[in-house]
């Protein structure tokens, strides 16, 4: 809509939009956000002021101690939890 002409993968950049005499809007895309990601990304403001990142967000599954994932009631009383208004 803004006019751009977007592609995927020019030469070692994932996304790249021109539009008309202005800079190319480079855009790199990684699972998650590291080192790497943010130097590569200082990298392309040699081609670019205008450079984003983007990366996965959200929370990933941890392993727990036991080796099994997902939430785990720890204590006493089992897993079950009551509700004092409520009773047993």
């Given at each position: 809509?803004?006019?751009h ?49 983007a ?34």
């Open positions: 809509k803004q006019g002409v977007v592609k995927g993968e020019i030469e070692d950049r994932d996304v790249v939009a021109v539009r008309s005499d202005e800079d190319p809007v480079v855009v790199e895309l990684k699972e998650q956000l590291n080192l790497a990601l943010l130097m590569q990304a200082l990298d392309r403001m040699t081609v670019s002021r205008a450079v984003y990142i990366f996965r967000a959200g929370l990933r599954r941890r392993r727990c101690a036991r080796g099994t994932s997902g939430p785990r009631s720890h204590g006493r009383g089992g897993g079950r939890r009551r509700h004092p208004a409520r009773g047993p």
